[in-house]
């Protein structure tokens, strides 16, 4: 549970494993924290809207992603394949330390934990022990490569000091390289020599910009599902955008069948998320017919021209 202060808004959110899509739900008449039992209440760390996942396979490889926080909207970002969104990301020095502090300290070569960066500082706040990345053909690639190494210093030495020419499930020749070890974004072999990643290169667009007028809503009625099929190949749960003119009008006037033209007095009997569902539909149609009308202008004047 997160209470939020009133000068934030107040409200509470509730936070739990995912559930379709879901992963938070906002009460906003919550103002209170719970009192019929005992419970442990700590600041909320505002981490700018990301968590951080770390997995380590011994205590010098850490493998980190970050994901989107639930505590932002509750929606759970997945790709056309259903898995949640997840973005490799670079572990300061700092949090490599702290990495292998959690791998020693657990005595557990191969673990999962959670890390929270909130004002330039990094902090654990979850250690999930036996923890393996989701989709990470790197990953697996370099855990084999320690794992091999790490069985091979215990049972056989005399072995360890190479790794194997191929992988089973690898075509491409591996370079043989004595004690390979691998920390973060680095590889460190044992005659001192290192690649370091030094630095990133982007574009960016300046922060100066109006925001974005969005309206977000569940959709469950089948005209508009039917369209977004229309649009996207026919495929369920992957996003679709539609911006041409004829498919903002195909939009449209879906909408206009759904929405009543009038507001009637039938509507109060109407469940409050049956309401604001309706509203946000009218919203949709009003931007769309004000779109319309302004292409229709638009038009007329370059067939004057």
Not at 13 to 28: I, Q
Not at 185 to 192: K, L, M, P
Not at 216 to 224: D, F, G, Q, S
Not at 288 to 300: H, T, V
């Amino acid at each position: 549970m997160i209470y939020y202060p009133s000068s934030a808004g107040g409200g509470m959110k509730e936070l739990f494993r995912k559930v379709g899509n879901r992963s938070s739900e906002f009460h906003p008449d919550v103002r209170r924290v719970r009192r019929e039992g005992s419970y442990i209440y700590e600041e909320f760390m505002p981490t700018g809207g990301t968590d951080v996942k770390v997995y380590t396979v011994g205590p010098g490889y850490a493998h980190a992603e970050a994901r989107k926080s639930p505590v932002v909207d509750g929606v759970v970002m997945r790709n056309p394949d259903g898995k949640e969104v997840r973005y490799p990301v670079l572990l300061t020095p700092t949090e490599k330390q702290m990495a292998r502090d959690v791998c020693n300290a657990f005595r557990q070569m191969v673990c999962g934990f959670d890390l929270l960066r909130c004002d330039g500082r990094s902090y654990v706040c979850d250690v999930n022990g036996w923890s393996f990345v989701k989709n990470s053909y790197k990953y697996y690639d370099d855990a084999a490569c320690i794992l091999r190494k790490i069985f091979l210093d215990a049972k056989a030495p005399h072995l360890s000091s190479t790794i194997p020419p191929t992988l089973p499930w690898k075509s491409e020749p591996v370079q043989p390289t004595e004690g390979l070890t691998r920390q973060g974004s680095g590889i460190i072999g044992t005659f001192g020599q290192s690649e370091e990643l030094r630095c990133v290169i982007v574009v960016i667009r300046h922060g100066d910009r109006t925001p974005k007028q969005k309206v977000k809503l569940k959709v469950t009625e089948e005209k508009l599902l039917n369209l977004m099929l229309k649009y996207n190949g026919g495929k369920p749960r992957v996003e679709t955008k539609l911006k041409s003119a004829v498919q903002l009008q195909d939009l449209l006037d879906a909408t206009r069948q759904l929405v009543p033209p009038t507001r009637s007095g039938r509507e109060s009997d109407s469940d409050a998320d049956d309401i604001e569902h309706i509203e946000k539909l009218r919203q949709v149609k009003a931007v769309l017919e004000e779109e319309s009308a302004a292409k229709a202008i638009e038009m007329d004047k370059s067939s004057k021209a």
